[in-house]
Each structure stands twice: as structure tokens, then as C-alpha cells.
């Protein structure tokens, strides 16, 4: 797994968005046009609304280390590195449908498709056996940043995580390995507790509390 990649292709992006303001003027363009289950804090909307961005990017590589690190601890990089690498290529191989992207609009599209790709996963895990694969809910996150992109293309990029686990699904062993399932099934809440308390940025989750100014500022989604 390469996120030294994921972490330069951000640097770089943090970079132009330092050199052109690209992705500010969209967001002061659209922070009055915002789902009204957004809260958003009266003043310094914009700097509120790209350090959640940039929360949000940096999470990527990070969540991808640590569930690598616990993965391999308990024997099952193999049976995981088929997730990890498709949540590295929306990185490194991004599709199509963000051709005309840059900057750190295209970063912020991408770390969308690599969070809600877990968070697909994830779901699916629930939907079969009643608890996630893995340890971090960014369900709140996610439907900011959802609104951010805007409607349709937000859209667009939900389905395409659709189809990719439909045939991650069809295709791999992720989900029904018996390495994996009798690792999955003798997990308790003590052992993730464990591996989490190894990883701040998974017990983290993005809480999205700032403090602009000396004043706390907070988004949230009801």
C-alpha cells in the first residue's frame, strides 16, 4: 500500500488551493446554498468549512495505515489488501467522472468516493453479520462533504461506490474468507477497543469541532 502518493498527491493540492483560492470561492458560493440541516457558525464560514475539508483528506492515509497495521497484526492483510487498493486508486487512478477536477476540489471529490467506500463496505458487513468490518462511522462526515460536491454529481459518485463493492463483492473473498470470518467472529468489543486505543485517528472519527478565533464553532447534521 502507497500512501506516500495519497499524502504528496494532497500536498500538492493543499499547495494550488494555497496559490489560487480555487476551492474557497466555490465554497463562498455555495454557504448560502447549503442543506439547511447544515449548522454552520455566523462568521468565518469559508476557513470553518476548509479545515473540515482538510480533516477530512488528511483522515484517508491515516485510516488506511492503521487498518493495514491491525490487519496484518491479526493475520489478515491478504484478505484485506483488496479494499485498501482500491481505496488507494481513487488516489492514485481516479475515474472519470473527475476529469476537469483539480486542485483540492478533486482531492476532496476523491477522499469522498475513499470514505464512502469503507462506508459501503461497512454497511454491507452490517447487512450480513450485524456489526462493521471496520471500526469508524463517517456516515456525518460523509453527507457534509455530499453536499459540498452538490447534486447530481454527489450522486453519480454514491453509485459508482455502488457498483465497485457489487463487484468487490462478486469478485473477492473479502467477505466470506474463513481466515477472515472466524478472525470477524471471535472479535470482541475489548479487541477493537484495543486496536483503537492504538490509533487515535480511528477513535477520533472526525468529531468536527473547531475553534475559530477563540470561539467554538461546530457543523452538524441532524
Known amino acids: 500500500m502507497d500512501t506516500v502518493t495519497i499524502r504528496l498527491a494532497i500536498s500538492s493540492a493543499k499547495l494550488h488551493e ?5 476551492l474557497a470561492s466555490q465554497l463562498a458560493l455555495k454557504a448560502n446554498q447549503l442543506h439547511h440541516s447544515i449548522e454552520l457558525p455566523p462568521q468565518h464560514i469559508v476557513p470553518v468549512l476548509l479545515n473540515f475539508i482538510l480533516r477530512y483528506v488528511d483522515h484517508v492515509p491515516e485510516f488506511m495505515e492503521a487498518v493495514e497495521a491491525i490487519a496484518d497484526e491479526a493475520g489478515l492483510g491478504d484478505y484485506l489488501e483488496p479494499i485498501l487498493a482500491i481505496t488507494q486508486e481513487f488516489f492514485v487512478q481516479p ?7 483539480e486542485g483540492l476540489n478533486a482531492i476532496m471529490v476523491e477522499a469522498y468516493l475513499a470514505h464512502r467506500f469503507i462506508e459501503e463496505i461497512n454497511d454491507r458487513f452490517v447487512s450480513r453479520y450485524g456489526s462493521t ?3 469508524m462511522d463517517m456516515t456525518r462526515s460523509n453527507l457534509i462533504i455530499h453536499h459540498l460536491i452538490g447534486e447530481p454529481f454527489a ?6 461506490i455502488h ?3 457489487d463487484h468487490l463483492e462478486q ?3 473479502v467477505f466470506s474468507s474463513a481466515p477472515f470470518l472466524r478472525f470477524f467472529n471471535s472479535a470482541d468489543d475489548q ?3 484495543d486496536r483503537l486505543n492504538q490509533w487515535p485517528c480511528l477513535v477520533d472519527m ?3 469541532n473547531f475553534s475559530l478565533n477563540k470561539i467554538a464553532s461546530r457543523i452538524v447534521v441532524h
Open 206 to 208: 472526525l468529531s468536527l
Open 191 to 193: 479487541d477493537w477497543s
Open 171 to 173: 469478485q473477492e473473498d
Open 155 to 160: 450522486n453519480q459518485l454514491d453509485e459508482a
Open 18 to 22: 494555497k496559490a489560487t483560492g480555487e
Open 133 to 135: 468490518l471496520m471500526p
Open 163 to 165: 457498483l465497485i463493492v
Open 95 to 101: 475515474p472519470e467522472l473527475l476529469n476537469g477536477h
